[in-house]
């Protein structure tokens, strides 16, 4: 079954191009299925490259999908034109009173901060507390995973001496979950991170368990089963180039980067580099939609708690 979204959101030409599977407005209407209903709130600078990854990864999955953008109220991108975010995306406040299958929430470029110091972090836990009651799943990526993690069970984050940059291999720890099932022992992810939380941490904590980490990048993938939380730490989401577009634009600001490793061939910037991680994106994000399926009710109101309005939703970290 293919993703619904707008017919003119940018990103369409190139996911047609690759044969994502899409489907529009008018043929989904004619259709008698309940879309699962997922919400990606987009954190990232660049929110068309962004969005663009993540409707990729759920693209290929066999449900039909329809996906609602999300963007912080209280924080004004500066990399992404005005007229996109008003014409695709609403605010978490927007969407208050609905119900969602899943959320998925990006990293953000803000690793060297202290949460609190984030210009939106209130509204993310606003939104994080929402979504206990309003989202079956919710799926945290990169500094995403950080905040959340940290809210939801206070586990701070840690400043990294050197940035972890590159491609890592990762061993699965149990090849049984519904999260890793079908995935290789070892395989590759792309990492782009100044900070980790301590992985002693999150094995002291009773509701959560690591799937997936790395002797040379630490922690991967983390699920809380129970409360159907799932957070990646990585970018098992990025495109071939992403690690590039990022290698060049700090070269070409004069910082000096680190050349990521096992990316270039023969690390050489000059030669195409090589994506080796496609197969795991797309297992992974199947994965997830798959669980929920198995999992949400037909009627999204009949997830359990009872939600209360916007305005009251506790802040959990007061």
Request: proline letters at 9%; one cysteine or more.
């Amino acid at each position: 079954m293919p993703i619904k979204i707008p017919e003119n959101l940018p990103g369409r030409a190139t996911l047609e191009q690759e044969r994502v599977p899409l489907i529009f407005e008018e043929r989904a209407l004619r259709q008698d299925i309940r879309p699962l209903q997922i919400a990606l709130l987009n954190l990232m600078p660049d929110k068309i490259q962004t969005e663009t990854q993540i409707i990729r990864a759920l693209g290929g999955t066999p449900l039909q999908i329809e996906m609602t953008l999300l963007h912080t109220a209280s924080h004004t991108s500066k990399h992404t034109p005005a007229d996109h975010l008003s014409a695709f995306y609403k605010t978490p406040e927007d969407v208050a009173d609905q119900r969602f299958d899943g959320m998925i929430m990006t990293g953000a470029p803000v690793g060297h901060l202290p949460f609190e110091e984030v210009t939106y972090w209130d509204e993310l836990q606003q939104v994080m507390a929402w979504a206990e009651d309003h989202v079956y799943s919710c799926f945290f990526i990169c500094w995403g995973a950080l905040a959340a993690v940290h809210h939801y069970y206070d586990i701070p984050k840690t400043i990294l001496p050197q940035k972890r940059f590159g491609i890592f291999p990762h061993k699965v720890r149990d090849p049984f979950e519904p999260l890793t099932a079908g995935f290789d022992n070892m395989f590759n992810v792309p990492v782009s991170r100044h900070t980790e939380v301590d992985a002693a941490l999150v094995r002291a904590h009773e509701a959560l368990d690591i799937l997936v980490e790395s002797d040379g990048s630490g922690l991967c993938l983390v699920q809380d089963e129970a409360a159907r939380r799932v957070f990646m730490f990585n970018h098992l989401e990025y495109d071939r180039e992403t690690l590039k577009r990022e290698y060049d634009r700090d070269a070409a600001a004069g910082m000096n980067p680190q050349m990521p490793c096992n990316y270039y061939p023969d690390d050489d910037p000059a030669q195409p580099p090589v994506m080796s991680w496609r197969a795991h994106r797309n297992l992974m994000f199947h994965n997830w939609i798959n669980m929920i399926y198995q999992g949400t009710p037909f009627n999204l109101d009949a997830l359990p708690g009872t939600p209360p309005g916007w305005d009251q939703v506790p802040n959990k970290r007061d």
